[in-house]
């Protein structure tokens, strides 16, 4: 018995018409707490600072 898996080529792409959001949940340190979230951003410096 034999299978044949096909690769299918794909992208992601954004949907233009929504806004992206960005968030980030910190796993450790030492001035938050482990698992506190950063709520939600329109612009990916402010999770990233």
């Known amino acids: 018995m034999s299978r044949v898996f096909r690769f299918v080529p794909y992208t992601i792409t954004q949907d ?9 949940e910190w796993v450790a340190g030492d001035e938050e707490e ?16």
């Open 16 to 24: 233009e018409a929504v806004c992206p959001e960005y968030a980030a």
């Open 34 to 49: 482990c698992g506190a979230h950063s709520g939600r951003f329109l612009d990916r410096g402010d999770v990233e600072v």
